[in-house]
C-alpha cells in the first residue's frame, strides 16, 4: 500500500540508515539515538514531512543540532526511494520531498486496491465488542439515541477497516427497576380502559390514536384518567393498553396486580424491542448480538457476581446492605451492591454484563458509548471488574455530549413533518438518514453539537453531506460524458501520471494517500468523526483541482487520461470512506 504512513516510515529509514553509516565510518560516537518524530509541516513549503533528529540527538553525540543534520544529509542515498531532496531548516529539522515516483504510485495504490483502499490489519483481528445505544426498550429512541447511534455504528466500520474483529450489540434492559415501572404504567392504563370513564371512551370510538388524545391529554396526566408521577406518561403506553385490551377485553381486571403487569409486559416488551429494531434499521444500524439483561438473571450471573464479589474481600456491610470498597480500588466513593431488602442494585447487572464481555466471552476489548453524565459511573465499573481478577483496561468508555437540534437558530423539541416529538424515528421524517449520520459524525463524541435541520437538507456547499456527495456524483458525471465520448478511464499502468505535477493534483493525491492512516488514527482514537472531516477536505481539494486543471480540455491526450485516473481515484476513495459512514455515494445529484 502507498500511503502517506509509507512514506513517513521510509524517511525514518533512511535516517537510521544514514545514521549507521556514520557511526560505522567514525563521523558519529556509537551512543543510542533518542526517540524522534516524523512530522507533516504545516506549512508544505517546509517540505512533505519534517525530522526533528538532530535536535534530540544534540546531548547524545555531543554536537551542534545543525552538524548533525549536514552530517546526515550528506550520508542519505535517495535513490530508489520516494524522496528527490532533503532540505535542513533552522536549529536543524530535516524536510523531506516527496518526489513524482510516490505521486504516481499513489493513484495507482488507489486505482488497483479500489474497495480495499485505506484498509489494513493494523488490529491484528482483535476481538473488539462495541455497546451503544441500548435505549430503555420501554419507550422510543431520543436524539440523544440517534447521536449515538451513528457514533458507535461508524466507530464499529472503523475498527473493521483498520483490521479489527468489530461486533455490534445492543443491551436490552428488559428487567429491573424500569421494567417494574413498564409494567405499572401499562397495568393502570388498561384499568382506566376498564373502568366507566374508559368503556365510555371506548364506545366513542375504536381509533387508537383518538384514544389516546382523549385519555393523554397534555401532558399524559388528566383529571379523568390520573396517573401518579413514578410511571411513564407516554402515549405509546395508553397505545399498548388498548390493543391489549383489544385482545383480552377486560379479562385481566380481576386477576391480581403482578399477574397483569406480568401478562401487560409479555405482551408490549417484544414489541418496543422489534420496534427499536425496526427503527435502529432505517437507520442502517444493525446488531451482531441483542443481549438482554433478563439472560444475566436467568442464568446466575447477577448471584454469581455477587458471591465473587464477597470472595474478593472487597466488601462490607453496612446497616444491612452489602457495599463494594470502590475508594480502595481507585474510584469515588464505595457504593451498595444489594439492598438491606436482598435485592441487588442497578449497578450488579451491569458488572455482571462486562465480565461476561471481558472474560466470559473473552473479547480482547470492550467499548461502550455512554452519555456523558456517565462519567462518575465509569471508574466504579471499572473498579468493580478489578475485584473480579478481570483486565479493566480492556474496557473503553466514549462519553458522548448531549447535542441540541435547532431550526431558525432555535431549539427544536417535536418534529416538523409530524408534530410529534423529536425521537429518532420522527427525526428521520424530517430530515434524510444520509444527513443524520453525517452530521452525528461531524464532532468528537466528547463535544457539544448543535445540529442545524435546516442546513441538513440544504442543496449547497454549506451543506458537509451534500458537498462530499456533489464532489462524488461530479466525479461521475465526467466520467460518463467522457466514456461517452470513447475516452475511457485508462488502466492504472497505462496513464503517465508523471505528468501530475501541478501544486493542485498534488494536493489531492497527498489527501487520498491519507485515508489508510486516518482510518488507523480513527480507530486508535476511537474518534470517526476524522472520516466525516477527511471526506470534506477531499471533496474541497478535488473542486480546487477541477477548477484549476481541465481535464477533458487538457493541453494532450496523455494529461487528459492521467487527470481522469486521478478522478477515478478520487471516487474510489470518497466511496470508500462515505461506506464506512453508512451514507449513500450518488452517481446523479
Known amino acids: 500500500m502507498n500511503s502517506i504512513a509509507a512514506a513517513s516510515a521510509e524517511a525514518r529509514s533512511l535516517i537510521l540508515d544514514a545514521l549507521g553509516r556514520l557511526v560505522a565510518d567514525g563521523t558519529f560516537s556509537a551512543e543510542p539515538i533518542p526517540a524522534f518524530n516524523i512530522e507533516i509541516p504545516a506549512d508544505r513549503a517546509h517540505g512533505d514531512f519534517a525530522a526533528n533528529v538532530a535536535m534530540v540527538s544534540a546531548k547524545a553525540l555531543h554536537m551542534a543540532p545543525r552538524k548533525i543534520a549536514e552530517a546526515i544529509q550528506s550520508a542519505l542515498i535517495l535513490d530508489g526511494s520516494y524522496f528527490d531532496k532533503v532540505e535542513i531548516a533552522g ?9 513524482q515516483r510516490w505521486y504516481s504510485e499513489a493513484v495507482r495504490a488507489v486505482e488497483t486496491e479500489k474497495e480495499s483502499f485505506g484498509r489494513s490489519n493494523a488490529g491484528g483481528g482483535k476481538r473488539v465488542l462495541v455497546e451503544f445505544v441500548s435505549a430503555n426498550p420501554t419507550g422510543p429512541m431520543h436524539v440523544g439515541n440517534a447521536r449515538g447511534g451513528a457514533i458507535g455504528d461508524c466507530l464499529a466500520s472503523v475498527l473493521e477497516a483498520a483490521g479489527y474483529q468489530a461486533e455490534r450489540e445492543f443491551y436490552i434492559n428488559d428487567a429491573g427497576n424500569q421494567i417494574e415501572k413498564f409494567g405499572k404504567s401499562l397495568s393502570l392504563r388498561y384499568m382506566q380502559l376498564c373502568s366507566d370513564k374508559g368503556q365510555a371512551v371506548l364506545a366513542e370510538t375504536s381509533d387508537t390514536e383518538a384514544i389516546c388524545k382523549r385519555i393523554y391529554g397534555e401532558n399524559g396526566n388528566t383529571e379523568e384518567f390520573p396517573m401518579p408521577e413514578d410511571v411513564y406518561l407516554g402515549q405509546d403506553i395508553i397505545a399498548h393498553a388498548k390493543n391489549f385490551y383489544d385482545e383480552n377485553g377486560d379479562s385481566f381486571a380481576s386477576v391480581s396486580e403482578e399477574e397483569r403487569k406480568n401478562a401487560l409486559v409479555k405482551f408490549a416488551l417484544p414489541k418496543n424491542i422489534q420496534g427499536l429494531k425496526d427503527d435502529l434499521a432505517q437507520y442502517r444500524i444493525h446488531y451482531d448480538t441483542w443481549f438482554p439483561e433478563s439472560r444475566l438473571h436467568g442464568d446466575g450471573s447477577v448471584e454469581r457476581v455477587i458471591q465473587q464479589m464477597k470472595d474478593s474481600g472487597y466488601t462490607y456491610e453496612q446497616d444491612g446492605a452489602l457495599w463494594f470498597k470502590a475508594e480502595a480500588l481507585g474510584a469515588d466513593k464505595d457504593f451498595v451492591l444489594v439492598r438491606a431488602n436482598g435485592i441487588p442494585t442497578y449497578v450488579v447487572p451491569d458488572i455482571a454484563y462486562h465480565y461476561n464481555k471481558l472474560v466470559t466471552r473473552g473479547f480482547d476489548r470492550a467499548i461502550d458509548i455512554f452519555g456523558a453524565d456517565h462519567h462518575g459511573y465509569v471508574p466504579r465499573l471499572k473498579a468493580a471488574l478489578t475485584a473480579l481478577g478481570a483486565d479493566a483496561s480492556k474496557l473503553t468508555v466514549v462519553l458522548m455530549q448531549m447535542v441540541a437540534v435547532m431550526r431558525d437558530g432555535k431549539p427544536v423539541k417535536q418534529s416538523k413533518r409530524s408534530g410529534k416529538a423529536l425521537t429518532l424515528v420522527t427525526l ?9 449520520r453525517f452530521f452525528f459524525n461531524l464532532r468528537e463524541a466528547n463535544s457539544h453539537f448543535e445540529f442545524d435541520l435546516d442546513l441538513a437538507v440544504e442543496k449547497s456547499s454549506s451543506n458537509p453531506v451534500y458537498y462530499v456527495q456533489y464532489a462524488h456524483a461530479r466525479i461521475c458525471s465526467l466520467i460518463r460524458t467522457l466514456e461517452e465520448g470513447g475516452v475511457p478511464v485508462p488502466a492504472a499502468d497505462k496513464a503517465q501520471l508523471d505528468l501530475l505535477t501541478t501544486p493542485a493534483e498534488r494536493e489531492l493525491i497527498r489527501q487520498i494517500a491519507l485515508l489508510p492512516s486516518e482510518i488507523e488514527t480513527a480507530a486508535q482514537q476511537l474518534d470517526p468523526s476524522r472520516l466525516t472531516k477527511y471526506s470534506v477536505e477531499l471533496a474541497a481539494l478535488f473542486h480546487k483541482f477541477y477548477d484549476a486543471c481541465k481535464v477533458r480540455d487538457a493541453e494532450t491526450a496523455e494529461l ?13 476513495v470518497l466511496r470508500n470512506v ?5 451514507v449513500t455515494a450518488p452517481e446523479k445529484m
Open 91 to 99: 536549529p536543524g529539522f530535516m524536510n523531506f520531498y516527496l518526489g
Open 428 to 436: 428521520l421524517e424530517d430530515i434524510p438518514v444520509d444527513a443524520a
Open 560 to 572: 487528459r487520461d492521467a487527470r481522469l485516473l486521478l478522478c477515478d481515484a478520487v471516487k474510489t
Open 578 to 582: 462515505l461506506d464506512l459512514l453508512k
